[in-house]
């Protein structure tokens, strides 16, 4: 005689425990929140360091007081945009171990100049941004569109820094 099982969602015939379709979609969309945590959390940490990186160089490369508060302000920014996205979960979502994509190129290990540094950093933020503000849009889009508003920031101050004749020593 088969007994009833006390678990609503699991059902038993003679293979044994059978996972019910609510259960399955409950896994699923924990699955999928994992998933977007883990990328906002990595962009979110890549463009904070990469604009930290681009603070310094105007900081104590070119003294730029005014470039550098703007970098400043920016990171500041950026953490207070993303306190919506949920930092804690994002933290608590984190694997490095298991990230397929955590190893750096030949390209990364090399920087011949500041400018360089500058440029490969800008870029990541740029980068990382684009990846905030389209993965943002999907829980929220005042989040998406302030870090949009961000990256163009991001690309007038490039401009500015990397054809500042001091940062190239001239």
């Known amino acids: 005689m088969a007994s009833t099982p006390t678990n609503p ?15 399955k979609h409950n896994r699923r969309g924990a699955d999928l929140e994992s998933k977007f945590l883990r990328v906002i959390d990595a962009n979110f940490n890549r463009a904070k360091e990469g604009l930290r990186v681009c603070e310094d160089v ?3 490369w070119l003294n ?3 470039m550098t508060k703007k ?11 993303m306190v919506p996205l949920g930092l804690k979960e994002m933290i608590m979502g ?47 889009t ?5 870090i949009k508003a961000m990256r163009y920031e991001v690309y007038v101050i490039e401009k500015k820094v990397l054809t500042a004749r001091a940062l190239h020593g001239k």
């Open 58 to 60: 105007c900081r104590f």
């Open 142 to 146: 005042k989040a998406a569109q302030a």
């Open 94 to 140: 984190r694997d490095v171990g298991g990230d397929v994509g955590s190893k750096s190129t030949k390209s990364e290990s090399r920087r011949d100049k500041p400018s360089d540094i500058f440029y490969a950093n800008s870029q990541r933020v740029k980068e990382s941004l684009r990846v905030l503000e389209e993965f943002s849009k999907l829980k929220n």
């Open 9 to 23: 969602f699991l059902r038993t015939d003679d293979r044994g425990p059978k996972k019910d379709k609510a259960q």
């Open 71 to 81: 970098l400043k302000d920016l990171r500041h920014g950026l953490t207070k945009v």
């Open 64 to 66: 730029d007081t005014a």
